[in-house]
């Protein structure tokens, strides 16, 4: 009887815990929600001061949206994101592994774990404008190349497509490889130490022991990173923008689909906006709907199962 | 004896990495440093790599201008980035824990709905955001810089995957029986547990609202009240009236030293939680 | 339990769509509350009693330095100068929001849409608006500034002195003038001194500026100027205000929704391509105002010349040369042209509209406050009369970094000659992005009809109302 009473109390636990997220989050984030869909069937923007709209037009922005080159700023993005991604997840998970791997005897740890996070405190605005002066074609990195003697002639770094996408790339893999070192060491030093000594004892490789205990046991901090990756991604606006001074230049390779989105924010379409949201937010959706099914395709406590498969095979070994 | 061989060689490996990784991301703060010691002047007749004698003009410059309050800036932002740092990140850890501690009817569906929610770009609801603070009268305040991010579905998540490695009900479960009341287990025993992960979540979220432009610049407008990069833009737009690429460099440099010690203080702290806060099974 | 949670849902969603949909009405209704409280404004008990806060908004700090250089009635600034208070206790609040991005047209829009229901304390009282968008805030529909003879500034009288392209940039498409100015922006062609010796055998602004006189000439000179390993201009978009300034038919015309691209605009994209294939501009300087057009100006840099208004000789060019005074010497350019200007605006609703007529007759038609702008910041100002006397005064308006040239000789005879292009209010997303969208074709990267179609795109995701592009030729 007594226990009953109590289980049922715990429920109430639940809802109390987390209502605070739910009342900020209808309050901050569905109410403007709504207003973005809403309008997203509207004719609805700023002609000079003049305020046009608001009429309802049905799907018309979608349809319009669809005509444009909306799929190609989405190949953009991807692209971008690709480029920068690879690379920081590769480099990260090798870094993570190094850190936690006590024989490897790494010097001055703390010094290196400071600096691979430091270029994620600069904002990527300033990030990028760095980048601007520095690999302009007169700028200190074309000097330094042409004085080594790689070059006579100084490269055009922006003013190709490959070079535009590879400084976005690297200033991405740049400002997130740390951030994401740390975050995957924070997920390596949860595993408990005894797996680790027991694969030991067994004469596990460190190759073995990264791909058969390491990767499972971290897979929901790596799908985490994964996603927030995504997300990321999908956002990027404030490198490429700042890089080719909103023009997504050359010939409009390097401009995301936030970048498109801040163009039609920018006439203050609030119809052409919204739609555009709207497609956003779907295809982020499903993206991270596999993703997540992806990475927990066993059990949701995919974890825990990996943890207790490992204790297993270290049993009958 | 074969294996220490090649945990030499990984070891060299190691460090030559780090080392050339280390050298590309102090290379841009050691460029943007140097550059905030020249003066415009010297800035244009093209890139030196010593520093030059033009810092504490430059640091003049910044701070006597009364068309960009930097230092007020900077207590603005630590204000924002603080607040939003520490709410974020309890109420955050407080929403994993209640649905991964609790069976309640609509857990799945809470959990599912946030999830869902995770991958909604900001930019998104800027436009009705900016409606809805202006009628509830909260336009031109720090506020909603500040209490949307109760609601932060990535942190969320990072909390809950963390509860998931790290708590084991039982721990709860004993403390239930020593008669703590929820509340009192959240706080006294499960946050310590959370300690890493809080602290990862506080330097992420403290960085990110520290950088933050696109909702600041829609909802800020008078001088009093600008964070620090939207100083930097306003720096950047004062057109060919009143540009000084010394100036900028050295308001950039201002801008991320509050924001580097914040750093250095913390990634001690962080370093030391995660080996001490590894839950033992 | 389910049922009421979702309830409470549908609850929540209902009421979020009446909220947003409450919130749209008072900023539609403000709107039109705006256009008709300009009568109210200043025919009603308003004029009588004067507001205590004066709001201007700005870009910079322009127009509150010469205002407080020449304004008698400016009694102190704040040691941070936003706010400036007047003998007669007003204060005068400025209010600054960066160019960059549209931050400041997006500001003062919303400003301008909360226009009537603000406090009056709050309200604008002036504003002020660049050429590239004067034509958004004169026009008579939008009714955001207030025609100069409703505030009782007769143009025909009071402003006769100004030059009459500024009046006509500063009228709406009936001719009421709805702004003014204290500074005109007539442009010149800049050399250094070094390059014209070595070239031509003479530094001589006379003799010089025969061979920049027009376009055809500028072609033969240009190739000398390459035979010696000199680019003529840094970058394509030096040139383009000649052009741009010279179009026939408005970019837009009043009332249509097509845009036309002027045959003198083609007539620079293709000259633009030519010289750049030609090697007479320096390929590695892609647009203006970046750091590679900055070292252009510098002593290393190969470049001849520079086309610029006063401003530009003063802010750009002083400093990013790191030589010595006296390299630079300025002559006529290949074509008249203006470039920029800031027009000030009295804002529709305004409480103060005695002050800001007062403010504005100070600051744009007082022939010795204008004269003594110019001497303090070499702006060339708008009175016609003043600028003559100035164009004989060598003494006094001698330039040290041009080698003693008295500029204001070159720049009086291309300010009369000016005729404003036709405007619309379209001009500043019309002139940027056909900029920024031949600049890949000029690089090499993109054919020139796939330059058209990604000017189309920009254009109408800039300006949804546009339906068409016609393209001249």
Redesign the interface.
């Known amino acids: 009887m007594k226990t009953k009473n109590k289980?049922i109390d715990?429920?109430?636990?639940?809802?109390?815990?987390?209502l605070?997220?739910?009342?900020?989050?209808?309050?901050?984030?569905?109410?403007?929600?709504?207003?973005?869909i809403?309008?997203s069937f509207f004719e609805y923007?700023?002609?000079?001061?003049?305020?046009?709209g608001?009429n309802f037009v049905g799907m018309a922005n979608y349809k319009n949206l669809l005509a444009?080159?909306m799929l190609k700023y989405a190949g953009n993005t991807l692209i971008l994101w690709v480029i920068g991604f690879i690379p920081q997840i590769v480099?990260a998970l090798?870094?993570a592994a190094?850190f936690v791997d006590a024989?490897?005897?790494?010097?001055g740890q703390?010094?290196?774990?400071?600096?691979?996070?430091?270029?994620?405190?600069?904002?990527?605005?300033?990030?990028a404008?760095?980048f601007?002066?520095?690999f302009?074609?007169?700028?200190?990195v074309n000097?330094m190349l042409m004085s080594i003697g790689i070059t006579k002639e100084?490269i055009?770094f922006?003013?190709?497509?490959f070079g535009t996408r590879s400084l976005v790339g690297l200033m991405n893999f740049?400002m997130w490889?740390?951030?994401t070192t740390?975050?995957l060491?924070?997920?390596i030093?949860?595993i408990?130490?005894?797996i680790f000594e027991a694969s030991e004892i067994d004469g596990c490789?460190?190759i073995q022991r990264f791909f058969k205990i390491t990767l499972p046991?971290i897979r929901?901090?790596l799908?985490?990173t994964l996603?927030?990756s995504?997300?990321g991604g999908?956002?990027m606006?404030?490198v490429p923008q700042i890089l080719t001074?909103?023009?997504g230049?050359?010939?409009?390779t390097s401009t995301t689909l936030?970048m498109?989105?801040?163009?039609?924010?920018?006439?203050r379409?609030?119809g052409?906006?919204?739609a555009l949201?709207v497609y956003?937010?779907i295809v982020?959706?499903i993206?991270?709907f596999f993703v997540?099914r992806m990475t927990n395709n066993e059990d949701p406590?995919g974890?825990?199962a990996a943890a207790k498969k490992a204790k297993k095979a270290q049993r009958r070994g | 004896m074969k294996?220490k061989k090649t945990?030499g060689l990984?070891?060299a490996i190691?460090?030559v990495?780090?080392v050339i990784?280390?050298f590309?991301?102090?290379f841009?703060?050691y460029?943007?440093i140097v550059n905030a010691t020249h003066s415009h002047a010297d800035l244009q007749k093209?890139?030196s790599a010593l520093p030059g004698n033009y810092l504490l003009k430059n640091l003049m410059n910044v701070a006597n201008d009364g068309t960009f309050p930097m230092f007020r800036g900077i207590l603005n932002s630590l204000i924002v980035s603080g607040l939003s740092a520490a709410i974020c990140t309890y109420?955050?850890s407080?929403?994993a824990?209640?649905?991964y501690?609790?069976?309640?009817?609509?857990?799945k569906v809470?959990f599912t709905f946030?999830?869902?929610?995770?991958?909604?770009?900001?930019?998104?609801?800027?436009?009705?955001?900016l409606?809805?603070i202006t009628n509830m009268g909260m336009y031109d305040s720090l506020l909603?810089l500040i209490?949307?991010s109760?609601?932060s579905p990535?942190v969320?998540?990072?909390m809950y995957?963390?509860l998931?490695?790290?708590l084991p009900m039982s721990l709860v479960e004993a403390a239930r029986i020593d008669g703590c009341g929820?509340f009192k287990i959240?706080n006294r025993v499960v946050l310590p547990i959370m300690k890493?992960?809080i602290a990862?979540q506080a330097i992420?979220s403290f960085?990110g609202s520290w950088?933050n432009?696109?909702v600041p610049a829609l909802v800020i407008q008078s001088k009093d009240k600008m964070t620090?990069?939207i100083l930097?833009?306003t720096l950047?737009g004062a057109d060919y009236m009143n540009f000084d690429m010394g100036k900028i460099y050295m308001m950039?440099t201002v801008?991320?030293v509050p924001?580097?010690i914040v750093?250095?203080l913390l990634?001690?702290y962080?370093?030391a939680g995660?080996?001490l806060g590894?839950?033992?099974? | 339990m389910k049922k009421k949670y979702i309830s409470v849902l549908l609850m929540?969603?209902l009421?979020?769509?009446t909220?947003?949909g409450c919130?749209?009405t008072p900023?539609?209704s403000g709107?039109s509350g705006g256009t008709s409280g300009t009568n109210s404004g200043s025919s009603g008990g308003g004029s009588t009693e004067e507001g205590k806060v004066i709001n201007i908004y700005s870009w910079n700090t322009e127009f509150s330095e010469r205002l407080q250089a020449v304004y008698p009635e400016v009694k102190e600034t704040s040691s941070d100068g936003t706010v400036t208070t007047l003998n007669d206790g007003t204060e005068i609040h400025w209010i600054i929001n960066p160019n960059q991005?549209?931050v400041y047209q997006q500001k003062l829009?919303e400003a301008?849409?909360n226009q009537a229901s603000a406090a009056d304390d709050d309200k604008v009282d002036i504003f002020l608006s660049e050429t590239d968008y004067v034509n958004?805030?004169t026009?008579a529909?939008?009714g955001?500034a207030i025609p100069l003879e409703e505030l009782g500034i007769n143009p025909d009288t009071d402003l006769a002195d100004q030059y009459e392209f500024t009046k006509v940039t500063a009228s709406d498409v009936n001719g009421v003038q709805r702004g003014s100015t204290w500074q005109c922006c007539p442009g010149l062609l800049v050399y250094r001194r070094d390059i014209a010796k070595d070239v031509f055998g003479t530094d001589d602004p006379e003799k010089v500026g025969e061979k920049v006189k027009d376009w055809d000439i500028m072609e033969k000179t240009a190739e000398e100027l390459k035979a010696k390993g000199y680019y003529t201009f840094s970058s394509y978009a030096d040139t383009f205000r000649l052009f741009s300034n010279s179009i026939s038919e408005p970019w837009v015309k009043s009332g249509e929704t097509t845009i036309k691209v002027d045959q003198k605009i083609m007539d620079w994209i293709d000259m633009s391509k030519k010289w750049l294939d030609l090697g007479y501009l320096d390929?590695?300087?892609?647009?203006q105002f970046?750091?590679?057009w900055n070292?252009a100006m510098g002593s290393k840099s190969k470049v001849f010349a520079f086309l610029f208004p006063a401003w530009g000789i003063d802010f750009n060019l002083k400093d990013n040369w790191d030589g010595k005074d006296g390299a630079w010497a300025v002559t006529n350019p290949p074509q008249e042209y203006n470039w920029g200007g800031s027009y000030v605006h009295a804002c529709t609703g305004t409480d103060n509209p005695e002050h800001v007529k007062d403010i504005i007759l100070a600051v744009t038609a007082n022939k010795d406050n204008l004269l003594k702008i110019s001497k303090e910041y070499l702006d060339f100002t708008n009175t016609k009369s003043g600028m003559q006397e100035a164009a004989e005064d060598d003494k006094s308006y001698a330039s040290d970094f041009l080698g003693g040239q008295n500029t204001f000789k070159y720049f009086t005879p291309v300010a009369e000659n000016i005729t404003i292009a036709p405007l619309s209010?379209y001009d500043q997303g019309c002139v940027e992005l056909i900029q920024?969208a031949f600049?890949?074709y000029f690089?090499g990267?993109?054919d020139f009809d796939?330059a058209k179609s990604?000017f189309e795109?920009?254009i109408i995701?800039?300006?949804?109302?546009l339906t068409e592009v016609q393209w001249a030729q």
């Open positions: 289980s715990y429920s109430k636990w639940g809802y109390i815990f987390i605070p997220f739910f009342i900020s989050f209808f309050i901050f984030s569905f109410i403007p929600l709504a207003d973005t809403r309008y923007y700023r002609s000079g001061i003049k305020e046009i608001p444009s080159d480099i090798m870094l190094w024989r490897l005897k790494i010097r703390q010094f290196f774990k400071v600096v691979i996070y430091l270029p994620n405190l600069i904002m990527a605005s300033a990030f404008m760095l601007f002066t520095l302009s074609t007169n700028g200190p000097g100084p055009d922006t003013g190709t497509v740049l490889f740390g951030n740390i975050m060491m924070a997920a030093m949860g408990s130490a005894d490789n460190s046991l929901p901090i799908a985490y996603i927030t995504i997300i999908l956002q606006f404030d001074n909103g023009q230049s050359p010939d409009r936030i498109f989105l801040n163009n039609h924010l920018k006439s379409n609030y052409m906006a919204g949201s956003l937010f982020s959706g993206l991270c997540y406590d974890s825990k | 294996s945990d990984r070891s190691a460090h990495v780090l990784l280390s590309m991301c102090l841009f703060f460029i943007l093209g890139f109420f955050s407080l929403t824990y209640g649905i501690a609790y069976d309640f009817k609509l857990k809470a946030i999830m869902a929610i995770l991958v909604m770009p900001t930019q998104v609801t800027a436009m009705g955001f409606r809805l909603p209490i949307p109760i609601a990535s969320f998540y990072f995957s963390y998931q490695s790290s929820e959240f890493p992960a990862v992420f960085v950088n432009y696109f620090v990069p930097i833009a950047r950039i801008a991320i924001i580097i750093y250095l990634s001690k962080i370093i995660i080996t590894g839950v033992k099974e | 929540a969603a009421a979020a769509g909220l947003s919130g749209s900023g539609s709107n991005d549209g829009d301008l849409l958004k805030y026009d529909d939008a955001a390929k590695t300087v892609k647009g970046n750091s590679d070292q209010s920024n600049s890949d690089q990267q993109i796939k990604n795109t920009a995701e800039r300006y949804p109302e």
